[in-house]
C-alpha cells in the first residue's frame, strides 16, 4: 500500500535549509510502519489549481488498487485570487468529488480531510476559521460514504486546550536569527514547525487506524 497526499502548504514537505517549516505530509511516513507515503501536497495550491497543473492526473497514472489518496485542501480555496479561488458550496465541492472520483475509478480508497485550524486567539479566545469549508468536505464525505478525517475539529480541540502561548510552539513561530530561513523570525499562525506537522501527522495516523484504513 502507498499513501498518497494531496493538499497545500500545510501538509507539503520541505528542504532541511528551509527549516523548521515543516508539513504534516513530510513526517506522516513516521507513524504509519511498513507503509509508503508519497507526499504530492504543494504549497499555494487550492482544489482548482492543484487540478489545472496536472498534479491529480500525475498521481492518477501511479495510484494502484488498496492504495490510499488522502485530499485535504482549504487554505488557498479561499484566496481571492481567481486563479485559485473557490466558492465552498459548488466549485469547492466539485471539485473534492473529482479527487473522490479519481481514486475510486482506480480502485483506490479516497480520504477527505479538514484542513488544520489557523491559530487566530483574541482575547484568549481561539476563534474559528476557514468559514463554510470544513462542513462542505463533512457533507461530501456523509454523501458519497467517503471515510473522513476532521482534522480541523481535532487541531481546535487541542490548540484551544493549550492555549493562546502553548499552542504557539506547534505553529511558526520562531526568533530573529535562529533559523537562516527567517532571519527576522516569523509569527506565522497558519502553518506549522516540527512540533506541529508531527502532531498532525499522529493524529492522521491514529484516524487512519480508527478507520481500519491501514
Not at 482544489?47 to 482549504?74: C, H, M, N, W, Y
Request: glycine fraction near 8%; aromatic fraction near 8%; hydrophobic fraction near 35%.
Amino acid at each position: 500500500m502507498t499513501i498518497y497526499v494531496c493538499g497545500d502548504s500545510t501538509a507539503a514537505s520541505y528542504k532541511k535549509e528551509e527549516a523548521p517549516i515543516t508539513g504534516w505530509g513530510q513526517v506522516l511516513e513516521n507513524y504509519t510502519p511498513g507503509i509508503t507515503v508519497d507526499n504530492r501536497a504543494m504549497g499555494g495550491r487550492s482544489t482548482k489549481s492543484f487540478l489545472s497543473e496536472g498534479r491529480l492526473q500525475a498521481i492518477e497514472t501511479v495510484i494502484a488498487p488498496g492504495d490510499l489518496l488522502l485530499i485535504q485542501f482549504t487554505h488557498n480555496d479561499t484566496s481571492d485570487l481567481v486563479w485559485r479561488h473557490t466558492d465552498p458550496w459548488t466549485s469547492f465541492y466539485h471539485n473534492l468529488e473529482i479527487y473522490v472520483d479519481t481514486a475510486l475509478l482506480r480502485g483506490a480508497r479516497p480520504v477527505l480531510m479538514t484542513p488544520i485550524c489557523r491559530r487566530y486567539f483574541r482575547d484568549g479566545q481561539l476563534l474559528e476559521s476557514h468559514d463554510a469549508y470544513p462542513e462542505v468536505i463533512r457533507v461530501l464525505a456523509r454523501q458519497r460514504s467517503v471515510p473522513l478525517i476532521d482534522i480541523y475539529q481535532k487541531s481546535t480541540s487541542l490548540v484551544r486546550e493549550l492555549g493562546d502561548e502553548k499552542s504557539r510552539e506547534l505553529f511558526l513561530h520562531v526568533e530573529k536569527g535562529v533559523y537562516p530561513a527567517y532571519p527576522e523570525g516569523a509569527n506565522d499562525d497558519t502553518h506549522t514547525q516540527r512540533a506541529g506537522a508531527e502532531t498532525f501527522a499522529r493524529m492522521t495516523a491514529e484516524a487512519l487506524k480508527a478507520l481500519g484504513l491501514i
